[in-house]
């Protein structure tokens, strides 16, 4: 079955680091494109970033100089290291599959989401 | 960045009613529209991709137009699983931006 398992969630203090991880079964992850998509409880979902199968990355003004992006190929994986976190990072973080149509094609596998929560 | 406006914010509905969502982005995206439903605690599932191609495994009364800055989804004969929100996204270009969601609720 072709899933993605994100991890690494948890209780931060402002300022404070995390490093989130999305496992992929049943596919090959670094074929894909993949992002990082948040969504704060009861609203709308945001683009965090992404790394394409070259590897180069891409983030959303809010998080850029902030969160990094990576890849691991052995361990078929995908990761979001968080930095100088603030409240406005509380969210539930979802790891997300592109397709490979297109320039830039739509999420066709989503995890089930990891929460973080930023607060003293 | 692309503004995506969604409307309804929500709406309330009857079994076997039509609904249609409407999406409006702030500049030609041309078909790069995709629309997207996230049932309560779960995470969100394509439901149309490119404004009107069907995707395998999604009912075929979903179903979505439009091109350059207007798109609609609409869903024929609504059916009481189809309870949850819907959100239009656009990979035009980067960042990547969603609409803020509708919320359909059956009545």
């Known amino acids: 079955e072709v899933q993605l398992v994100e991890s690494g969630g948890g209780l931060v203090q402002p300022g404070g680091s995390l490093r989130l991880s999305c496992v992929g079964s049943g596919f090959i992850l670094s074929s894909h494109d993949m992002h990082w998509v948040r969504q704060v409880t009861g609203k709308g979902l945001e683009w965090v970033s992404s790394?394409?199968?070259?590897?180069?990355?891409y983030y959303s003004d809010s998080v850029r100089g902030r969160f990094t992006s990576s890849r691991d190929s052995v361990k078929n994986s995908f990761y979001l290291q968080m930095y100088s976190l603030t409240a406005g990072d509380t969210a539930v973080y979802y790891c997300?599959?592109?397709?490979?149509?297109?320039?830039?094609?739509?999420?066709?596998?989503w995890g089930q989401g990891t929460t973080v929560t930023v607060s003293s | 960045e692309i503004v995506l406006t969604q409307s309804p914010d929500f709406q309330s509905v009857t079994p076997k009613e039509k609904v249609t969502i409407t999406c409006r982005a702030s500049q030609n995206i041309g078909s790069t529209l995709h629309w997207y439903q996230q049932k309560p605690d779960q995470s969100p599932k394509i439901l149309i991709k490119y404004a009107s191609q069907s995707v395998s495994g999604v009912p075929s009364r979903f179903s979505g137009s439009g091109s350059g800055t207007d798109f609609t989804l609409t869903i024929n004969s609504l059916e009481a699983e189809d309870a949850a929100a819907y959100f239009c996204?656009?990979?035009?270009?980067?960042?990547?931006?969603f609409g803020a969601g509708t919320k359909v609720e059956i009545q």
């Open positions: 996204q656009q990979s035009s270009s980067l960042p990547l931006t």
């Open positions: 790394i394409d199968t070259a590897g180069n990355t």
């Open positions: 997300a599959r592109e397709g490979t149509g297109g320039h830039i094609d739509p999420f066709d596998i």
